[in-house]
């Protein structure tokens, strides 16, 4: 009997364990680089009639719980929170001025929508609005990294 309840309690903190492992290895990745969006949901605009100079990119810093990046004309940061998969951006702070069309809006706007994350096969981060993939980014290749294991 006190082999099968040691088995049971063995196998227990094997499976907690690994969920956990699981978590931080998600993690981790959301942080490893910037990321650069690639796609986004709802404009009637193409993407490339909105961000025709530079794409929006973000980048999670995980000390202070905050999103820093641009929104194609302007640099932004926001609080951000975290739990498992589910993710919550808080309001921006101040930004530079520039008008530069309404691809800014469109992201920001976005943004506030975002109820979950989720890594995908190909290592692409998307922001989804409950089930549904509202932006995909792509690693940014010349991001240093922010967070080395």
């Known amino acids: 009997m006190k082999t099968y309840t040691s088995l049971c309690i063995l196998l227990l903190v094997l499976v907690f364990a690994s969920c956990s492992s699981t978590q931080k290895a998600t993690d981790n990745t959301l942080f490893s680089s910037a990321w650069e969006l690639e796609y986004l949901s709802g404009p009637r605009i193409a993407f490339s009639g909105l961000y025709p100079d530079r794409k929006p990119a973000i980048r999670f ?4 719980s905050r999103v820093e990046g641009n929104n194609s004309c302007n640099g932004y940061s926001a609080d951000f929170t ?16 520039m008008f530069c069309g309404q691809g800014e809006g469109f992201f920001l706007n976005t943004m506030k929508k975002i109820t979950a994350y989720r890594i995908d ?29």
Do not use: W, Y
Not at 82 to 97: A, C, H, R, V
Not at 121 to 148: I, Q, Y
């Open 121 to 149: 096969a190909d290592g692409k981060l998307e922001l989804l609005m409950d089930e549904v993939p509202m932006m995909r980014f792509k690693p940014m290749e010349d991001s240093p990294k922010a967070n080395k294991p």
């Open 61 to 64: 810093n995980p000390q202070n």
């Open 82 to 97: 975290l739990d498992g998969n589910q993710i919550s951006f808080g309001e921006p702070g101040p930004t530079t001025m």
